[in-house]
């Protein structure tokens, strides 16, 4: 049993007499694809063709080599060919970065974050051609959808099925296409743009709100953190009178230090004693208990 490329195969079958004709069998993942030749007359190729092995594709010899057993050797060599790339590329690869985000990463409604001015003077996008384009950039936006969020299944048909494109036109111009794209260590392809994007949405999603409460937000009296302090405040050093905002701020702070409640009488309150107006709320708050001046 010998294992060869297509033209040395039908060479030998060229050559093969009658009497002495050539069993062909399919290559298998760990012959690289290619097709097996032997002797149909030997006792392995003869129990082959009895139980109809599915790895026999036919028996020839030179007066039986015609144009549509060429072309059908032709097929199984491409198909076999095909097979072996497949289990070659789902085999895992000791070199191949890790995952850049875990496996359940969603997109979770957010829109793909589109950068026009970064997309319009990336290499990929210059290095397409422009009837290409609007495929590379359909292929960015798809891969948004995909979990985890901005990759893809290491499988032609699959990609070519989600941009709704033949999968033979994507096997052609795949290799413009996926430009960047690099296969990680879970077998998925990502890009290192969208990646960062996805990166950049994540840490948006943990960070707080702006004036949020948190753990490690400082918290003065009557539950006020310092910033609402400083917002509510009125400072002695403006020379004009503070607002009503800033008065129902501090009369609220310093009703609940109190205990007591808010004043709904509906009475415009007058501009703040000078002596009084930069007290802090607790200072203000005491005063009220003591029911006079501090």
């Known amino acids: 049993m010998s294992l060869m490329t297509l033209d040395l195969l039908l ?16 290559g298998g993942p760990d ?3 290619r097709l097996n030749a032997v002797f149909a007359a030997t006792a392995e190729s003869q129990r082959l063709i009895r139980t109809g092995d599915p790895a026999l594709l ?16 032709a097929a199984a060599s491409r ?5 072996w790339q497949a289990a070659v590329a789902r085999m895992p690869d000791p070199l191949a970065p890790e995952p850049p985000y875990p496996a359940d990463t969603r997109a979770k409604g957010r829109p793909f974050p589109l950068d026009v001015d970064g997309l319009w003077s990336s290499p990929a996008w210059l290095s397409t051609p422009p009837a290409l384009r609007p495929w590379l950039l359909r292929l960015w936006v798809e891969s948004w959808a995909s979990i985890p969020v901005g990759s893809y299944e290491d499988d032609d048909a699959l990609i070519a099925a989600r941009l709704e494109m ?19 260590a879970d077998g998925r392809w990502y890009h290192p ?12 999603r943990r960070s707080p709100p702006r004036g949020a409460v948190t753990r490690d937000t400082p918290v003065t009296h009557a539950g006020v953190t310092g910033e609402s302090h400083q917002c509510h405040a009125p400072s002695s050093s403006s020379s ?17 230090f109190a205990g007591g ?6 009475r415009t309150p007058g501009p703040p004693d000078a002596r009084t107006s930069s007290l802090a709320p607790p200072v203000a708050a005491s005063a009220a208990r003591a029911g006079g001046e501090p």
């Open 166 to 184: 033949p999968v033979v036109f994507f096997a052609d111009q795949r290799p413009v296409l996926m430009v960047g794209w690099v296969r990680h």
């Open 240 to 256: 004009s009178s503070p607002s009503s905002s800033e008065f129902l701020g501090v009369a609220k702070a310093t009703v609940e």
């Open 11 to 26: 060479k030998r079958i060229a050559y093969a007499p009658p009497d002495s004709p050539i069993a062909v069998l399919r």
């Open 193 to 204: 743009a969208i990646t960062a994007q996805v990166l950049r949405t994540v840490a948006k």
């Open 79 to 83: 198909e076999s060919q095909a097979r």
């Open 261 to 266: 409640e808010p004043d709904l009488s509906g």
């Open 58 to 73: 036919g028996v020839w010899h030179a007066e039986t080599l015609t144009a549509a057993v060429r072309e059908a050797l």
């Open 31 to 33: 012959e690289r694809g």
